[in-house]
Each structure stands twice: as C-alpha cells, then as structure tokens.
C-alpha cells in the first residue's frame, strides 16, 4: 500500500495519528469529513490539515461535506430510526467509515484509526463498524494522556491540545466527557485500579462503577464476534 487515510476531526487523537502516518514519508490523505459539524469542530481540523502541510510534503488534504448526504439518509430512514439520536449518531460514524474506505481503496491506502487505548480496549467508546472500522491502530496501546504528551511533544496546536474531547457526532456539541460522565485521566486510573474497594474515596467509587458500567455494556465491540459453533457429531 502506498499511504495512509486519516479522518481529521479537530481532536487530539486524530491530529497525533495523522502526524505520526506522516512521519513514515509515506502519502498521507488528510480528510475533513463534517457532518452538520460546529464551526469549532470544523475549523479546528482545517487549521490541523494546513499544519501538518507546513511540516510535511506528502499531505494530500482532502474535504468530503456529508451534511447533505446524511440528512438524506436520515430522512430515508423509519420515523423509529431518524427519532433514536443514538442511532442517527453511529450513523454518521459509520457514513464517515464508509467514505474513508473508498478513499483509500481508490487510493492504495490503509485507512488509520483514531481511537486510543481507553476507547479502544477500556469503555469501549467508539462506533461498532464506524470509527472502529480500521485497517491498524497507531494510538490504541496509548492512554489519552500519552496522546496529550505526544502530542505536546510533536507541537500540535495549542487549540487542539485545549479542546475538550468530543466524537462530534451530536448536534449539541455535548464532550466525551458529558456522555461517559468520567475524564479521560479517571477513566486510566479505573482501567489500572486492582486494589482494595473500600479505602475509595466516593468519587473513585461512582468513577469505578461508571467505567465498569461502560466496559460491560461496549464489550461486545472489543471482543471478537460470535461464531456460532457447529457440534462434530452434526458434520460427521
């Protein structure tokens, strides 16, 4: 394969991967993919993009709107699925997925994961078939708090590194934090923790249980599918 496709969001994770497919040399196809995005969201990933072509020759920088795409598909759909938010939300991770497969099919490129190692393998936190569907994973055996110092490291934007981590798949803008109800650094202390319960402070209790809530629930997205298995007597 030639390169890498990266879906540029304005956050930390995705700016980190994108550098860090640029500096293999190889082609980097760095793509702005707004969905009805803010202009927050979206300036900060055009403002990534123009970054990463002031330290590298191998960007090729690309911008796909869905906006008008989705709304279609959203309007398509049964009153059911248009009026679940959290349907209409994977929907447009897994439209995201879609458009970045054909871009790197056309392209001879490996599409590159976003998702670091509390998503990935911790709570879970990302679209089944959306934003999980990758061809590799630069950042999942990375905490948040690696990519935060890498990124302080590679010199990534200063509002990039200030902005709150989202998945910008909500219209009202709501952070990763609002819908898990943890930060990113209490999240890495559940993940890590294997101690005794009862010397827990409250909030280490309610931040355990969240994230045990949410490792229970997305488990089925890190764990392989079930096969169903076929008994030997029944093929004999």
Known sequence: MDGFVVGISGGIDSAVTSELCAMTGLKVIAINLPIHQS???????????????????????????????????EMTMPPACRDNALSMANSRSRLRMTTLY??????????????????????????????????????????????????QHLGTL?????????????GDGRSDEDQIGATYPELEWAMAFSGDQSYLSERQKEVLAIYTKFRKANSHKMNPIPVCIIPPELLS
């Open 102 to 151: 054909a871009v790197a099919q056309s392209n001879s490129c490996l599409v590159a994961g976003t998702g670091n190692k509390v998503e990935d393998f911790g709570v879970g936190f990302f679209t089944k078939y959306g934003d999980g569907g990758v061809d590799l994973s630069p950042i999942a055996d990375l905490t948040k708090s690696n990519v935060w110092a890498i990124g």
């Open 39 to 73: 202009t927050q969201e979206y300036m900060l990933a055009k403002d990534h993009i123009v970054y990463l072509n002031s330290k590298y020759n191998t960007i090729q920088e690309l911008e796909i709107n869905l906006s008008d795409l989705f709304s279609n598909f």
């Open 158 to 170: 200063k509002a990039i590194m200030d902005a709150k981590p989202t998945d910008g798949l909500w």
